[in-house]
């Protein structure tokens, strides 16, 4: 069975930084590409970043480029989000999610397993 375990989050003031961190479990890591997402409170689910399955395609949703990076590391089983210059408009509950392909892939339908989550605050 999948698991995916998000870590990192938490209350940080504007234009500070913090690392998540996504392991997983139950497949096979280094076949499949991977991504992370976020809901705001009375918010939809929203992309935030995307990497194919070797780590040299990268995609940023708009609102993040430039201060967001996605990382893998194949060797352990783990995918990374470092969030710099934060704002309080990144306030959310932020997920990584794998889906069935090695390809990048930006759309939330084709994520077929997720984490829990992990609460990121960003104080003004």
């Known amino acids: 069975q999948v698991q995916l375990v998000e870590s990192g989050g938490g209350l940080v003031q504007a234009g500070g930084s913090l690392r998540l961190s996504c392991a997983a479990s139950g497949r096979t890591f280094s076949r499949y590409g991977m991504g992370w997402f976020r809901q705001a409170p009375g918010k939809e689910r929203e992309f935030v970043a995307a990497?194919?399955?070797?780590?040299?395609?990268?995609y940023y949703a708009d609102s993040v480029k430039g201060r967001f990076t996605i990382s893998r590391d194949n060797a352990k089983n783990t995918m990374y989000l470092q969030m710099d210059s934060l704002k309080p408009e990144d306030t959310a509950v932020y997920y990584c999610?794998?889906?069935?392909?090695?390809?990048?892939?930006?759309?939330?339908?084709?994520?077929?397993?997720w984490g829990q989550g992990t609460q990121v605050t960003v104080s003004s």
């Open positions: 990497i194919n399955w070797s780590g040299d395609s990268t």
């Open positions: 999610a794998t889906q069935n392909s090695f390809r990048l892939i930006t759309g939330i339908h084709q994520y077929d397993y």
